[in-house]
């Protein structure tokens, strides 16, 4: 069955830092891939997604996300974080072996000191 | 515009109990999703309704059932809860069935507990 695994589960930055946060799915074939985030008391919302073309995608807010298809990867970046940042990110991905259902990762808590 | 938007926001069960939640998707919107959301888990799919016909299932007992009606709204119902059942359900909507290269927008979710 598809999979997805985020492999920091929480992350603490200062102010200004730079973000990374790794995502890798096993392979099933065509897939698309997203990023959403949850903000404290908030619903999922899309960050970035990838479909097809350009690996390198730009999402809201700043972040960026790369589609490495030979590492399975769709790590999650973002130059210089702010405190507005502190929320719970979500890798997901969508096709392959998962078909239409959207399968997430156990997600990533990133705290944002100011 | 209006979202996702799922009804009630919190509930409180008794084993054994049965529930049903509701889910209103964005307007224009003919595909429905299920997710339950295990405190420090990702979400995990349930169901998918497109056009008020199941098009996909996840590995959940048969006490989950859902249904989509006419004007695409959707209900997810839970018969016979367990203290495991405890979780936020998130309804999320799409355009068309899901496939391809679509995105899905989701609600605030239904926290369930069950006692």
């Known amino acids: 069955a598809q999979s997805v695994s985020q492999h920091n589960h929480h992350v603490i930055l200062s102010e200004a830092a730079s973000l990374e946060l790794g995502c890798n799915y096993s392979?099933?074939?065509?897939?698309?891939l997203f990023w959403y985030v949850q903000y404290p008391g908030q619903h999922l919302q899309l960050l970035l997604k990838?479909?097809?073309?350009?690996?390198l995608v730009k999402g809201i807010k700043g972040f960026e996300a790369e589609f490495i298809k030979s590492k399975f990867s769709f790590n999650l970046r973002k130059p210089s974080v702010q405190w507005s940042d502190t929320a719970e990110y979500f890798c997901a991905v969508k096709g392959g072996q998962a078909g239409t259902a959207l399968i997430f990762g156990k997600g990533t808590t990133l705290s944002v000191s100011s | 515009d209006a979202g996702v938007t799922q009804s009630p926001t919190h509930l409180i069960k008794t084993r054994g109990q049965h529930v049903t939640l509701r889910c209103s998707p964005i307007s224009g919107h003919k595909s429905v999703s299920w997710y339950q959301q295990v405190l420090g888990q990702g979400p995990q799919f349930i169901f998918q309704y497109y056009e008020k016909e199941e098009r996909g299932r996840g590995n959940f007992p048969d006490r989950f059932s859902a249904r989509q009606f006419p004007n695409y709204s959707s209900e997810l119902n839970v018969n016979a809860l367990l203290l495991g059942d405890s979780a936020l359900y998130l309804c999320?909507?799409?355009?068309?069935?899901?496939?391809?290269?679509?995105?899905?927008?989701f609600g605030q979710g239904t926290r369930l507990t069950v006692v």
């Open positions: 999320a909507s799409s355009p068309r069935t899901g496939g391809g290269n679509t995105e899905a927008f």
């Open positions: 392979y099933g074939g065509t897939v698309n």
């Open positions: 990838y479909f097809s073309g350009d690996p």
